[in-house]
């Protein structure tokens, strides 16, 4: 007990902010298994979600609790301070997860509550933390690919509604805020994309600079793209969205194409860093977003495909899907590995300090 008491305060302290990431990744691959009619995939994987939905909340209070000063400092941090944006993204995208391959509305719908209030508090944290600091580092220093998670954390709220919206029509005023949100994560988008742009094509970047983050590049792009074909295709029932029609259907059109421009080049960037630069691939949890856009894209372009009544957009789906299942796999025996390894060495030190602790006792007697 307490060996297990010992790596959990431990792993609290030192909790990545971002790893709500994992949810994020496990639920969109899971929801675009069920949408292409692989339920045995996509069943277990609401389990893995779940689970780690309940264990990073767990590590998440612990650290609030024991280590306040390490989250506020996390929270004025422009590296590290967008990572808490993947708490909103993971509620919705478990919350949609969660509707889609179980049926599970009432639990799905609770969980966009809680995601519609942790975006006030994380958004407005954010924003107002990194404004207000003193001394703020450099563009080149300050910004990268998960400052766009704040763009796809307000997406996933129009994503998780849109969803429990086929069943039921939600109050105009809901349909508003949908409408509403889906502008505001267009501009988080194209506010915050033109920094990142500047920042690959005209600052010297070393191989670190070209980590998993910046796919997040291309998965705010197809959950956009996701969340609206999903305002598309309840746009017949919506009646708030029926004027909206075409200039959802230019701006979705606008943002997959977004998406699939960043594949090649980000898939470039990646294996320059890898095997021209031949810099160490090693489990880190920052390839959850990576893991993220790939399953983002599968399930963003097969709804646009319905959404635009396009059919042979659909092979993309068929095709990315395993590339999607393919990297969550992969990562996921990284992180299983990680964390036998972090046991075995909670495990050592605690042995290692008995020993200590046994031999000094043994000093102090007669």
Request: aromatic share 14%; proline share 5%.
């Amino acid at each position: 007990m307490r060996l297990a008491a010992v790596l959990l305060l431990d792993t609290a302290r030192d909790l990545f902010p971002g790893y709500f990431a994992f949810v994020m990744a496990t639920g969109v691959v899971s929801i675009a298994s069920q949408l292409l009619g692989m339920h045995w995939v996509a069943l277990p994987l609401v389990f893995v979600a779940w689970t780690g939905y309940a264990v990073l909340w767990v590590l998440t209070l612990m650290r609030l609790a024991f280590h306040p000063r390490r989250m506020a400092q996390d929270l004025s941090n422009h590296q590290r301070a967008p990572g808490f944006f993947t708490i909103v993204a993971g509620t919705c995208v478990l919350g949609t997860q969660t509707a889609a391959v179980t049926g599970a509305a009432g639990l799905a719908g609770a969980l966009w509550y809680l995601g519609l209030g942790l975006w006030f508090l994380v958004m407005y944290a954010f924003f107002t933390a990194v404004t207000i600091r003193e001394r703020k580092p450099s563009l080149a220093d300050g910004i990268n690919g998960a400052w766009l998670i704040a763009a796809v954390a307000t997406q996933s709220i129009v994503v998780l509604k849109g969803t429990l919206g086929a069943a039921v029509v939600p109050p105009p005023a809901i349909q508003f805020l949908c409408l509403a949100f889906f502008m505001i994560g267009c501009m988080l988008y194209l506010a915050i994309i033109p920094l990142i742009f500047y920042r690959l094509t005209f600052v010297r970047l070393g191989t670190m600079d070209f980590g998993p983050p910046y796919w997040i590049n291309m998965g705010a792009v197809a959950i956009t793209t996701l969340a609206g074909s999903i305002l598309l295709l309840r746009s017949g029932t919506w009646p708030v969205l029926a004027g909206f029609t075409p200039f959802l259907k230019g701006f979705t059109l606008f943002f997959w194409a977004a998406a699939t421009w960043w594949i090649p080049f980000l898939i470039a960037l990646t294996l320059w860093r890898y095997l021209v630069r031949r810099d160490r691939l090693r489990y880190e949890p920052t390839f959850w977003g990576m893991v993220f856009p790939l399953g983002m894209y599968t399930t963003g372009t097969l709804q646009l495909s319905r959404a635009l009544d396009l059919p042979f957009l659909a092979i993309i789906p068929d095709i990315v899907i395993h590339i999607a299942l393919a990297g969550w796999a992969v990562t996921f025996i990284g992180l299983v590995v990680q964390i036998l390894r972090t046991i075995n060495d909670t495990r050592r030190n605690a042995l290692g300090q008995g020993g200590r602790g046994g031999r000094g006792s043994g000093s102090m007697g007669p």
